[in-house]
């Protein structure tokens, strides 16, 4: 059974950085995606990035382009997202999730997704 873990949430300031780390265990192919997305309260669920595991492409929300990188150590079966220059509407839960096969085009609009971790709360101070 596949099982995401994601850590790294916390509280930091504005123009400040964290880095989530989503551990993935369980899959028994290396043609996957990993996807993450966030929800602030009252606001709808957000696409934000996804990474392919078998050839490392990534897609990235506009609101986040440029600020936030994710990566691959595949040997630790890790994701990471790497957020730089927080903003207030930064603050959300994140959330990783995973699907069979690479990021579609349409990834960050996807929210039917097989395998979705538990959330980190990311609380951005102005």
């Known amino acids: 059974e596949v099982q995401l873990v994601e850590s790294g949430g916390g509280l930091v300031q504005a123009g400040g950085s964290l880095r989530l780390s989503c551990a993935a265990s369980?899959?028994?192919?290396?043609?996957?995606?990993i996807y993450w997305f966030r929800q602030a309260p009252g606001k709808e669920r957000e696409g934000i990035s996804c990474?392919?595991?078998?050839?490392?492409?990534?897609y990235y929300a506009d609101s986040v382009k440029g600020r936030f990188t994710i990566s691959s150590d595949n040997a630790k079966n890790t994701v990471y997202l790497q957020m730089n220059s927080l903003k207030p509407e930064d603050t959300a839960v994140y959330y990783c999730?995973?699907?069979?096969?690479?990021?579609?085009?349409?990834?960050?609009?996807?929210?039917?997704?097989?395998?979705w971790g538990q959330g980190t709360q990311v609380t951005v101070s102005s």
């Open positions: 999730a995973a699907d069979w096969g690479p990021c579609p085009d349409d990834a960050l609009s996807l929210f039917d997704l097989d395998y």
């Open positions: 369980g899959f028994t192919s290396d043609d996957y995606g």
């Open positions: 990474i392919s595991s078998s050839h490392g492409s990534a």
